[in-house]
């Protein structure tokens, strides 16, 4: 469709003409006087308008046309008015743009550069409905703090709504990074203790030997420190919801305890004798096979059925397609908001950066690479380099067939190291190399073992005769 313009002139010979000069490119409506450019305004909403301040009743002096301005753009704020006038006076074009409108040209008006006046300006106003309609989206598309457009998000959208209106435990499957905490706090928005508290634990953030007391409180004089009666975490959801995070990392004596709680719903403080009943409702979250878990005894068998009741999966980042995208800006506005830096934006060579990367962290990640970003651009533009991710998507186009081999090496150097903490011979096993190789390979990729080093290392190490490995000058 063709984009709709109105133009209003009270005279009829300048309307004709502009008509049929525009009308190939535009959809063209004709007004004279301030109520019909109002009526057609309103029925048909165009984005531009080309408005003569010389209206009647009184088309020498420039106040109709003004007025006409004024009504426009309370009705459509973001409307652009092109000021035509043979006013051309400076004080009149100050006046016009300052009460709102987007442009002033004097007449007599060339037909070209008009035309090119008109491109642009309905290019400016496209982008900025874009962003307007962006913005809806990104409230609309808000889900208790969770954001996004993508089929696996509207899956989980919909999988929150169903699961808030039961009081059955609810377990979370998904990489960290995913937002598995606010899945958790919406579905505590959405449910009937909303108004009660939602109290959330990290069960692999805390020592062991603290969690038992963190979880189910503790008794004056319970343990060394205990200097005063302390509530746990479970005693204090009372009436809302308990968030169990990484509910995989939780010791097996603890497993039993809270077992003991979902059947009963009563603990025990440490130290205590006295059974204390709770009301809460239990959503845990993992970002480990907890099936594999239980098969492999880490995990009890009959606490994950008690658990799973209700399972839904967080999509990985990198499988949200266009989300990526929706999250990047939404992160860049509030941060940008809060810096002081309004109107930043992101390079072509920044989203292609964005859409390459394959987002390990997930949306945590995409948050602190936006936010460290932000702070320190100095541009309006975001470049991939910003995000440090140049080297990533756009440098890997570059890349040497020989670099591309020693960054393999290295990774797979590093990854055996790594299994066997930094044990010389066993990584040399994995890799099916000798040590004395495996040494001269680790000094090529500049992993940082010396000669001086290794012999230091292989003093530590089984004798050869015990490597598994033969050193054979055909490996080198």
Known sequence: MKPKLLLVDDDEEIRTQMKWALMNDHEVFLAEDRAGALNLFQEHRPPVVLLDLGLPPHPGTPEEGLATLSELLSQDPYAKVIIISGQSEKSTA???????????????????????????????????????????????????????????????????????????????????????????????????????????????????????????????????????????????????????????????????????????????RVGGRQLIQVDTRVIAATNVDLKKAT????????????????????????????DIGLLAHEFLRRNASATGKEGL?????????????????????????????????????????????????????SLSLKDARENAERDVVRRALRKHSGKIAPAAADLGISRPTLYELMDKLGLGKTEREAKALESTEPSSEADPVRSDTSEK
């Open 295 to 322: 098969a492999s005894g880490a995990f009890r068998e009959d606490l994950y059925y008690r658990l799973a009741v209700v399972v839904f999966n967080l999509p990985p980042l990198r499988d949200r397609g266009s």
């Open 345 to 397: 934006t992101f390079s072509k060579d920044a989203v292609k950066a964005l859409n390459a990367h394959r987002w390990p962290g997930n949306v945590r990640e995409l948050e602190n690479r936006v936010k460290r970003a932000v702070i320190m651009a100095d541009g309006k533009r975001l470049t991939a380099q910003d995000l440090e991710l140049e080297s990533e998507s756009i440098g890997s186009a």
């Open 94 to 268: 100050l006046q016009a743009i300052g009460a709102g409108a987007y442009d002033f040209l004097a007449k007599p008006i060339q037909v070209e550069e008009l035309r090119v006046i008109l491109r642009r300006t309905f290019h400016v106003a496209a982008l900025e409905r874009d962003y307007r309609e962006m913005q809806a989206r990104v409230q609309t598309d808000t889900f208790e703090g969770l954001l996004g457009t993508s089929p696996q998000m509207q899956q989980v959208f919909s999988a929150v709504r169903k699961v808030a209106g039961v009081d059955a435990p609810v377990l979370i499957l998904g990489e960290s990074g995913t937002g598995k905490e606010i899945a958790a706090l919406a579905i505590h928005k959405r449910s009937q203790r909303k108004d009660g508290p939602f109290i959330a634990i990290n069960c692999g953030a805390i020592p062991e030997n603290l969690l038992e007391s963190e979880l189910f409180g503790h008794e004056k004089g319970s343990f060394t420190g205990a200097h005063a009666q302390r509530k746990g975490r479970i005693e204090s959801s009372n009436g809302g919801t308990l968030f169990l995070d990484e509910i995989g990392e939780l010791p097996l004596q603890l497993q039993v305890k809270l077992l003991r709680f979902l059947q009963e719903q009563r603990i025990e």
